[in-house]
């Protein structure tokens, strides 16, 4: 990992996969020399898995291979904050008007479908990752939060999302928070423990017939073969395969000719220790529950499945050319702002023990906007930029991915983020400029509407920056 961090100290969700029977956490075999499949996946996190996961239901015959450059899970599947929702980076209206309104609507159903069908599968194959369907609360704490989440309800009924607008007392009967003025509610969201999601899934790829190599780095993808390398004496190989499947995320920044396809910008957590029963009373937030608010700077919180409180955010800069380091997982400034968030919103939580935190980078396309899809010319997939909303998407785009590499003609492959290419980013330094100005901007905004009382001018100033 190049640093003297252990996988175990990823996140709270490594922390405790670490103590199950089944996990050591050791590296599978790496890759020497050369090989050959029929399908090549590179990245073991959800994307890369789902994928080997749908095309072995499609055909048990088929050989996969997937590439990992440290241990399945690595990346933001095994660090993020535990949501399976229906969230989508890319608003209905904005698909409308690209692409229609019957394909919004046909997107939007599948999102929702989609929270449900990894229930199904989480039970139906035995994974042990605390699923719970607990729907999601987003709390209004200020006038012009409470003007969103009544828009939001609003937008969301032209769309057939099922989002409810509370009153103050409906809110805070949920979620004992502080001045809550309402909030909306949705029941399309699930919690997990997404490390134990993400290695349980390995191991049912593996059973079903997949092959998982790690501490593989892929230098290179091109259409036919993989080019990698491995250990420190750099031992190159070459994986051969008909398709190749990009799902590398926040890393793929790190491929030759894909320097700007993708931001990589960190979100980071804390946890406290395991609350007692009381402090849950005060609160409210039944077991499994999600939230969040409506402020403009993304945060996010979960009950866990032992009683903690997990909690996360944006905030953390942008690194100079995409930087993704081990140094940047943890900052202390950004984790003292969660903290105090957190006691803002739960004044009971002051003297609660803060075990655990973590960080990792996720990716955004320049447009905001997720994408799936294959050359077929070429026989090189791929799968990304969900800019945080991707425990559920990337169940959708494994399906998706399955269905284009073996050739099949269905919903799924005619959704309109199919083949959606973003611009690349600008490149340095002005790349550095624009993410951590937004960055900035979304900060300000929050302040602004404390000190107004109104909508921020700030935030309108920079939605069509965020792909709105």
Known sequence: MGTD????????????????????????????????????????????????????????????????????????????????????????????????????????????????EVAATVAAEGLDCDLVLGGTLALARSRPQLARADAEAQEAARWGDPVELLTAEQAHARLAASSVLGGTWTPDCASLQ????????????????????????????????????????????????????RATEAWTPRLPGSPRALAPVYSLMVATEPLPASVWQRIGLAPGGTFTDHRHLIVYGQRTADDRLAFGGRGAPYHWRSGIDPRHDRDPRVHAALERTLVDLFGELRDARVTHRWGGPLAIARDWHASVGMDPATGVAWAGGYVGDGVATTYLAGRTLADLITGRDTELTRLPWVGHRSRPWEPEPLRWLGVNAGLRATTLADVEERLTGRPSVVARAVAPLLGH
């Open 5 to 116: 961090l252990t996988y175990r100290d990823l996140s709270l969700w490594f922390d405790q996969v670490a103590d199950d029977p089944h996990e050591d956490l050791a590296p599978r075999a790496a890759l020497r020399g050369a090989t050959e499949a029929d399908v090549v996946v590179v990245g073991a996190g959800l994307t890369g898995l789902w994928t080997a996961y749908h095309l072995l239901r499609a055909d048990p015959g088929i050989d996969v291979l997937v590439v990992e450059q440290e241990i399945a899970g690595y990346g933001a599947s095994g660090r993020n904050g535990g949501w399976c929702s229906a969230l989508f980076p890319v608003p209905a209206d904005v698909i409308a008007r690209r692409h229609g309104r019957t394909a919004a609507l046909a997107m939007r159903s599948a999102m929702r479908s989609t929270v449900h």
């Open 194 to 245: 997404p490390a134990r999601l993400v290695r349980g899934l390995a191991r049912l790829v593996e059973r079903r017939g997949a092959r998982i190599v790690e501490r593989t780095q892929a230098t290179a993808i091109r259409p036919g073969r993989v080019v990698t390398r491995t250990g420190a004496a750099r031992t190159p190989g070459t994986v051969r395969a008909r398709h190749v499947v």
